[in-house]
Every structure is written in C-alpha cells, then in structure tokens.
C-alpha cells in the first residue's frame, strides 16, 4: 500500500518534506494503524502518537487524505491511495504526525473543566434523574484528540482567544450538568467577542468528530442560554 | 551532571490509580508531579468498559460481605482477605466520591447510580445474581479518568506529560529515593527526587499477542521493580477476557452478557448452561474463557476455521443495546464487521488483566522479604493499581473489580503518605551512582549502530508468550516457553534503532519499553511453570486440581537468576469471620 507522509525532524531538517512508501500488509490488518506501524517497521524514524488502538484514548489524530481522524478507527478500504497522512493542521508541529497540543489544553483547562459544588456532598450519591442525566450524552464522550479543533478555521486564525469546539462542547458538558453550581460565572466567562463569538457555524468540527458529537450544536444552545438570560 | 529535580512524592503513571492518588496528594499541599507517557486522559483506564463494583445496593439488596465473598472465591482463595476485607468496605464511599466529582454516572428513576449484573457478583454468597456493577453507559473507564483527570487540574497536580520513568533510585539502605526519568519531546533525562514514589504504572498486556490491551502497557513499573531488585508477586496469573473480538483483540464487555447477552457454540447451544449451571455466562472469567476453549478444541468453534465463538445480544432489542452499550455497537461494526443489533459478534479468550504485580500491603507500601519478615516494607517505594499485587484478585479477578482496586487503593496510598507529613521530611542524599543503570541502557542502544530489530524482538517474544502461556498450560509447554524467553532476553540485549534524533524518539521508547516486556515475561513464564497445580487464571492440564497443600500460597520471582520463593497467603480478615478454601462452582 502507498504512504504520502509529512515528514520533519528539527535536528535535521530545515523545512518539512513529503516522504514516500510503499509497504506490504498483512491481510489482518485492518485500520490504518496497522499500516503506519508496519511503515514504522521499516522506517523507525517515523514518528506519531497512538496507545488504545480502539478509538477511545484520542492518541493517532491527524490528517489524512485531507480530512483529520484517528488512524486506529480508520479502515483500510476507505482511504483513498496513496494516503496522504499530515499532521493535524494549525498546531506546531514538533516532528512528524506529532503536534504540540498545549495550546489545546490551554483552551479546554480555561473552561474550568470540573465539576463546581460547593455545597456538602450527602452521605451517598447526590441524586439526578435519567432525564437530567440524560442531557450528558453527546457531551462527556469527548475523547480530547483535538480532531474538531484543529479542523476550525476559528481556531487557526485565534488559538489563543477562541476557547475552540472541544472546550466549548466540555464548557457546555458542566453548564448542562444539574449538578453543577457556576453556571452563571461559566456564561459571564464566554461572553466574549473571542472566546464563544468566534464560532461561525462552518462546523467542520461535526464533520470530523470521530466520536460523532456534535460541538456547534452545543455551543449554540450556550447562546441560547445566554440570549435567554439577557432577557 | 544529570539535572535534579526535587518533590515531596512523585507518582509514575496518570490512569485511575495514579490520579486517585496524586489527586488525594495534591489536595492536601504536598509537592507532588504525575508523570506519563501519555496525556493522563489517554491512559488505558480509559477502555474500561462495564463498570466499577461496588455494593450500593441501588438495584436490590446487597452488602459488602457478600462483594468480599465473591472476590474471594473468584480468587480461587489467593486473594489476600485482609485487602479483599478493605476494598469491598470502602468501595461504596469511593464510588460515592466518584459521583461528588462529577462521574456522569447512568441512573435509575429515583436518581440513584444504575448498577447492572456481572460476571460472579451474586447475593447472599452464591445464592443469586446481583447488579453491584456501577455504569456510566459501556464507558465507565472514559467518564472514571476524564472525571479524575478534571479533578486533579482543579486542584492544581502538576503533570508531566509525555514523560517516562527510566528506573529506580535506591540507596545502599535499599531506600527509594525517586527515579530517572526522559522527557519524550527532548530525550532529556532527569533525576525526580521524592521522599515518597509511587508507582501507578499499570499492567503488560502487551506481552501477549493477542491482547485487550493498549500499546502502553509494557510493563514500565514492573521491569524497573524488577531490575531495582524488588520482587514480582503472583505473576503466572493472566486473566484471559472471554469476549475479545476475534482476530482483533478488541475488548468486548462483559456488561453485554451482564445485560442478557449470551455465548453460542456452532451448534447455536448456549454451551456455557453446562459448565455453570447457576450463573451460567455470567460465572467468572476464568470458567468462561476455558468453557469457550474447550467448545473450540472439542469442534464446536464458529466460522471456516472453526476458531471463535458467538456472542449474540441482537435479542436485547435496539433500545438497551443503543442505551446502554453503545460503543460496544461501535466497535463490532468497525473491528467484527457485524451490526449486533441484528447479528451475534465473534469472540476469542483474548488476554486482558495481570493479576500479579509488585508486591503491597493495602497502605500501598511496597514489600519484600528481608531477614525472614515477609512484610518487610520497602521505605519510600508505593505501588497501586494494576502493576501492584497487594493482593486483592488472587488467582482470577472479577469483573468491575480493577476500577474498584485503583479507586480504593490509589486514595489509601496517598491517604497514608499524606499521614507521613512528607513536608517537615528531609530529601535523603542521592547515591553518587543514582542514573547510572539507566544511563548505560541508553548508552548501548546510541552505540549500537548495528542489531536485532525492537518490533522483530517484540513480535517473537508475543508469539511465544501467546503460545506457550495461554489458556491451558503444561509442564512441556512451559519449559520451552522458559527456554525461549531466555533466548529473547539476550536477543533484547543486541537491539538497534536507526532513529538517532533527540526529538520525539519513539523507536527509542519502544527499545526501552522492550526492556521491561523481557522481565514482565520472564516473571510470568518461570513463575507458571513452577507452580504445579490449576488455580484460578493457571489452568494446567497436567495438573488439573487446585492443591491447597502445597500451593495455597503466593510466588515471588526475583530477576537476579529468576529465583522463585513463596509467602503464604492471609486468610485472615481484621473484622470479619474467615472465607475458608472450599470447593469453586458457578
């Protein structure tokens, strides 16, 4: 199978190139995974993140053939030949399929992402009815790989100012929470020309969740609360 | 000069046990670092899928004695009852716990934690089935480390992310005073000083190959554990999960046989109604998983070659399926090819959980044998989760109770260095030759310009361990097994990388990782060969029957000429009567 990857070591290289391959599979290989890791057999300079192998840890995101993903979930028969693998675009790149993602974090950690009560816990478990619970799903699956993020051209152009469509999707995760006490500080905090405003409902971020949740339809109901609460 | 960086407590490894702990650290002011090799919310805990145990009560009656009985007896009585006492007391408190943090737990019409049925969770010791699993859908691990991770960044832990710890610092006394750890990004390599280490590394999956597990799991801990001189507890335990897809390894929950799902031979017979009457595909995962190789061996497999069984679910009807196993949809539709709303799922015993592990006390202190005190504690060195054996699963764990482990243990061990005020404690010394093991393993792989190949080296020693260490084992198998291991070990010792930058190097990782897959191995492979009975997850077919004369006791291997020696095991509860040994039915 033929490989089209981005390619870049700061030691050595002064800007980044495309390197060619052309590996024999195992006909149990599946996922694209299995494929950069029998091009890493050959080649063990290449280098990219993955861990779970199964979709859920958000290690092996990237770009591919133009669309970000996660290679461990993606199927052999549904790339397009030569696959073209780049990192994920808008995020600095420190070699290879591998980006620095703190910018990232920064964002998703400025949402205060936990839970906030500051009353007593009871004795047991605080109560929520399915219903309430309910209002989670599509929310808390999350699993940070940064696919929506890094698809937002939002995000490209302020990574530093728009929280992004992961940490809105986590914002909303707490704010649609009853448990949680700071709703009111949460919505005070987003409204912003930046930080929530900047979405554009291109949504790229829900064409590319490989988790399948939708970020614009959160942040939209944040701006329905808010428009509900200015009233 | 390698630069120092000093902290009160330091723990190796960001999953459930390891955030429980630096979480408990953090909040109470210590200066403690997590390091990773992952970003925390990567690490496997994540793939947990059915729940954490713990005997609420939520669905119908249920005490924490009749949780202690089950873990007992799904031990095959090598569990250690003074730790089994303690986690099953405290796991409704840490679920609760959980629940206050903001775990977005399923829940029942009165608002209470949904608890779902699992493999050897029953009432009034064997009686019945009981639900004691608490789930948040078939994600259980996601919304547990998501939930501990969100609460560590409130209360300020500091991560360092993409780190990995090399080996152990251990002074003349036998102390240990932190460890040597490498920055991913800049191969930089540093000593991490602490007056307590703890080691949340989880367990080396990744040993076999045909595994549950993530990529991860090389058995970090345990390979510096074992270099460092520390013995390994128990490690020929390997449990085998019944339900991983076939051909893939994926982990298949065993919340959809709690859920009503069952397992069929080509016949279409609900087989395992003969090798457990009573709780028949919800018995425990050692019973199950020998059942479905046995109905293979004997013929009765599924598919062209006969080599799997089916898990069919399809008559739980769309609704629960989409409800509360969703990702297990996901999954068959990606790694099995089949809607199991419609079709049953192909599945294979694929292994999943090392029962073994770096010896404990229920503090989380490391301990080993010294002047005759088996219980000698080893000062400085912690160790919870999956890469400790404290030992709560014995022989066969049962399911939900790892999640139940890293909660309750991860919050005893950092409650008990929290006791120690490490604050007002001095650092002692570093020993002049602290890095140095370390320092020589990465100078031989950069002078080895020519050599084995890692993924080569790890391949093979996957292929032996699955071949000569699985379901069923025997006296010939084992031998070789040993033999070949060896082999490997020195194959291990000749390896070569082409990747010389300093940036991100992961064939470097991976050539390190080896190291501790080698040790993790050989544990497991002298370990099972010596013991000559069938307990548990060690099914021998030449040694069919558990022998509690000679063999109710746990092993301890020693890297220094794979010594083995024993210790008994603790049938002795603090608060309660005793379990005695007894006949194990489901």
């Known amino acids: 199978m033929k490989f089209r990857i981005y390619r870049y070591d700061p030691e050595k290289d002064a800007k980044p190139y495309v390197q060619d391959y052309d590996v024999a599979l195992d006909p149990h290989d599946r996922m694209l995974l299995d494929a950069l890791i029998r091009v890493k057999a050959v080649d063990d300079t290449l280098s990219f993140r993955r861990s779970c192998r199964e979709g859920v840890c958000g290690s092996d995101a990237m770009n591919i053939n133009g669309k970000n993903g996660l290679a461990c979930i993606t199927n052999l028969n549904d790339v397009k030949e030569p696959v073209e693998l780049r990192p994920l675009p808008g995020l600095p790149v420190i070699r290879d399929l591998i980006v620095d993602m703190s910018q990232f974090f920064k964002q998703y950690h400025s949402i205060k992402p936990y839970l906030v009560n500051d009353s007593p816990p009871p004795e047991k478990e605080r109560l929520q009815s399915p219903e309430d619970r309910e209002e989670l799903d599509g929310l808390y699956e999350c699993i940070l790989c940064a696919c929506c993020s890094t698809a937002c051209p939002s995000f490209w152009w302020n990574p530093d100012k728009f929280v992004g469509p992961a940490g809105l999707l986590a914002a909303y995760r707490f704010i649609a929470d009853t448990r949680d006490e700071a709703i009111g500080a949460r919505l005070d905090d987003l409204e912003d020309p930046y930080r929530l405003f900047r979405c554009h409902t291109i949504m790229n971020c829900v064409d590319v969740c490989p988790k399948g949740l939708n970020p614009t339809k959160a942040i939209s109901k944040i701006k329905e609360i808010m428009v509900r609460r200015a009233v | ?586």
């Open chain 2, 1 to 586: 000069m390698i630069p120092v960086r000093k902290f009160d407590a330091i723990v190796v490894g960001a999953g459930g046990a390891g955030m429980r702990a630096s979480l408990q650290l953090a909040e109470a002011g210590l200066a403690v670092a997590v390091l990773s090799k992952v970003f925390p919310t990567r690490s496997h805990t994540v793939a947990a899928q059915g729940g954490i145990g713990a005997s609420l009560g939520n669905m119908s009656e249920d005490n924490w004695l009749w949780h202690m009985y089950d873990t007992i007896k799904g031990s095959d009585w090598l569990g250690d009852q003074d730790a089994i006492e303690y986690m099953c007391k405290m796991a409704p408190q840490v679920v609760y716990e959980l629940e206050h943090f903001g775990m977005p737990f399923d829940r029942n019409a009165d608002g209470t934690i949904y608890q779902r049925p699992f493999g050897g969770h029953s009432a009034n010791f064997g009686e019945k089935a009981v639900q004691r699993a608490c789930a948040a859908a078939d994600r259980t691990g996601h919304a547990l480390v998501h939930t501990l991770y969100q609460r560590n960044v409130r209360a300020n832990t500091q991560f360092f992310v993409e780190w990995m710890a090399l080996d152990i610092v251990r002074d003349s006394d036998g102390d240990v005073l932190g460890v040597v750890a490498m920055e991913m990004e800049t191969s930089e390599v540093v000593i991490l000083q602490a007056k307590a280490t703890m080691f949340a590394t989880g367990g080396a999956g990744r040993i076999f190959a045909a595994s549950t597990n993530a990529f991860i799991n090389t058995g970090d801990g345990l390979g510096m554990a074992a270099r460092a001189g520390i013995p390994l507890e128990d490690m020929e335990f390997w449990q085998f999960h019944p339900t991983g897809v076939a051909g893939a390894g994926v982990l298949i929950t065993e919340g959809v046989r709690g859920e009503g799902g069952i397992l069929l031979n080509c016949n279409g017979e609900r087989f395992m109604e003969r090798y457990a009457p009573n709780l028949k595909d919800l018995a425990s995962r050692d019973v199950v998983s020998r059942s479905m190789d046995q109905e293979i061996k004997e013929g009765r497999g599924c598919g062209p070659h006969k080599d799997y069984v089916l898990l069919k679910l399809d008559h739980l009807g769309p609704e629960v399926i989409m409800k509360r196993l969703p990702s297990i949809r996901e999954i068959a539709l990606k790694f099995a090819n089949v809607d199991c709303i419609k079709e049953p799922i192909p599945v294979v015993p694929t292994i999943h959980y090392q029962m073994g592990g770096i010896p404990t006390n229920v503090h989380g202190q490391v301990v080993a044998p010294k002047d005759g005190d088996y219980k000698a504690v080893v000062n400085g060195l912690y160790a919870v989760g999956e890469c400790a054996c404290v030992s709560v699963h014995g022989a066969n764990r049962l399911g939900t109770n790892s999640l139940t482990d890293l909660i309750v243990f991860g919050r005893a061990a950092g409650m008990y260095i929290v006791e120690q005020n490490l604050q007002r404690v001095s650092h002692k010394p570093l020993p002049s030759d602290a890095a140095d093991l370390s320092l020589a393993r990465l100078s031989r792989l950069a002078g080895a310009t020519s050599g084995e190949s890692v993924p080569e080296v790890a391949g093979d020693l996957r292929k032996v361990m699955q071949a000569h260490c699985g379901v069923f084992r025997n006296q010939e198998l084992l031998a070789e097994g040993v033999r070949k291991v060896k082999e490997l070990e020195q194959r291990a010792m000749r390896t070569a990388i082409k990747d010389r930058s300093r940036t991100f190097n992961t064939a470097r990782v991976e050539a390190l990782e080896l190291d501790n897959l080698i040790e993790t191995a050989k544990a497991t492979v002298v370990s099972a060969e010596a013991r000559r009975e069938s307990r548990g997850a060690q099914a021998r077919s030449d040694y069919p029957n558990r022998d509690d004369v000679n063999w109710l006791k746990h092993t301890l291997w020693y890297r220094d000429g794979n010594r083995l020696d024993y210790k008994p095991v603790n049938l002795k509860p603090v608060s309660v009567e005793a379990f005695p040994p007894k006949t194990r039915t489901y």
